[in-house]
T-cell receptor
Framework: NAGVMQNPRHLVRRRGQEARLRCSPV?????VYWYRQLPEEGLKFMVY????????ESGMPKERFSAEFPKEGPSILRIQQVVRGDSAAYFC?????????????FGPGTRLTVL | GENVEQHPSTLSVQEGDSAVIKCTYS??????FPWYKQELGKRPQLIID?????GEKKDQRIAVTLNKTAKHFSLHITETQPEDSAVYFC??????????FGKGTHLIIQP
């Protein structure tokens, strides 16, 4: 009974490189959420996706950030031309139904460090 | 959209005492209020949740209360133990915007 899986767990990038973060939701869950957590801060919503659709991306920066959840395979959060301020923990969560009023199951996170 | 405020940011209590963490929310359409516990370097995990059709819910040493009129909800932990040390996040949701999290409370249990 695998929970939410994220990889890599740790990612180091130099400024200007691309970061690709992967999230495999709980089997059978079709709703995926991405959050960013800065040190000593809470979880900031970034984007909410269902299979092949972006439902809400209001928390995601307009430039350099994109997300997808294809019909097959994991959800991907992509950060282009990373900057030092992108260093954070990125958590993915999934739920079987709309996660606004149901439990969201979190992955272990990807800790991105930008040098 | 929803705005969730959480207090205090840090709470230190003696082992065996009770701890209370409080949150307020702004969106009257919110109807789901979960609490997550995050240990250092780990993922957030749900410990208890409450829906707006009830005022209180209890699970062993953990309880949550909800006051819809005042738009606030609280987490109560009794007989605290060292393993309760963690960061606790409240959240509000159920409206159109999904879950909005508070900034977290770092709970320290003093031996």
């Amino acid at each position: 009974n695998a929970g939410v899986m994220q990889n890599p767990r740790h990612l180091v990038r130099r400024r200007g490189q691309e970061a690709r973060l992967r999230c495999s939701p709980v089997k059978g869950h079709s709703h995926v959420y991405w959050y960013r957590q800065l040190p000593e801060e809470g979880l900031k919503f970034m984007v909410y996706l269902q299979k092949e659709n972006i439902i809400d991306e209001s928390g995601m920066p307009k430039e350099r950030f994109s997300a997808e959840f294809p019909k097959e395979g994991p959800s991907i959060l992509r950060i282009q031309q990373v900057v030092r301020g992108d260093s954070a923990a990125y958590f993915c969560a999934s739920s079987p139904n709309f996660g606004g009023n149901n439990e969201q199951f979190f992955g272990p996170g990807t800790r991105l460090t930008v040098l | 959209g929803e705005n969730v405020e959480q207090h205090p940011s840090t709470l230190s209590v003696q082992e065996g005492d009770s701890a209370v963490i409080k949150c307020t929310y702004s969106d009257s359409a919110s109807n789901y209020f979960p609490w997550y516990k995050q240990e250092l370097g780990k993922r957030p995990q749900l410990i208890i949740d409450i829906r707006s059709n009830v005022g209180e819910k209890k699970d062993q040493r953990i309880a949550v209360t909800l006051n819809k009129t005042a738009k606030h909800f609280s987490l109560h932990i009794t007989e605290t133990q060292p393993e309760d040390s963690a960061v606790y996040f409240c959240a509000g949701g159920g409206g159109a915007d999904g879950l909005t999290f508070g900034k977290g409370t770092h709970l320290i249990i003093q031996p």
